[in-house]
Nanobody, 124 residues
Framework: QVQLVERGGGLVQAGGSLTLSCAAS????????MGWYRQGPGDQRELVAA???????NYAASVKGRFTISSDNAKSTVYLRMNNLKPEDTAVYYC??????????????????WGKGTLVSVSS
């Protein structure tokens, strides 16, 4: 089993920046990729960014050039640096991890592990 704990959400003005972190614990050696999903009010959960152990990344088109995902494998932690935030980025951000993830979007039920989420609110 793997536990994921997110930190770093909050309220920020449009154009501002935030950094989220997700620390994994437990059987972390089984994980090959981690990433971030988000779910805004009335929206479906969507993939934001993902990274695998080799450092390969995947981003949603809506965040490319503004968000950067990175990882510290020694700390089993993944980060999401969010720049130039927009009101439409407002959502609960969930950390996700999987043993066989190819970094493409996955259904909720197919993902091995989820964090509880952290709220990011962007005011205009």
């Amino acid at each position: 089993q793997v536990q994921l704990v997110e930190r770093g959400g909050g309220l920020v003005q449009a154009g501002g920046s935030l950094t989220l972190s997700c620390a994994a614990s437990g059987s972390v050696d089984s994980i090959n990729a981690m990433g971030w999903y988000r779910q805004g009010p009335g929206d479906q959960r969507e993939l934001v960014a993902a990274i695998n152990r080799g450092g390969r990344t995947n981003y949603a088109a809506s965040v490319k050039g503004r968000f950067t995902i990175s990882s510290d494998n020694a700390k089993s932690t993944v980060y999401l640096r969010m720049n130039n935030l927009k009101p439409e980025d407002t959502a609960v951000y969930y950390c996700a991890a999987d043993e066989y993830w190819n970094l493409d979007p996955m259904d909720y039920d197919d993902m091995d592990y989820w964090g509880k989420g952290t709220l990011v609110s962007v005011s205009s």
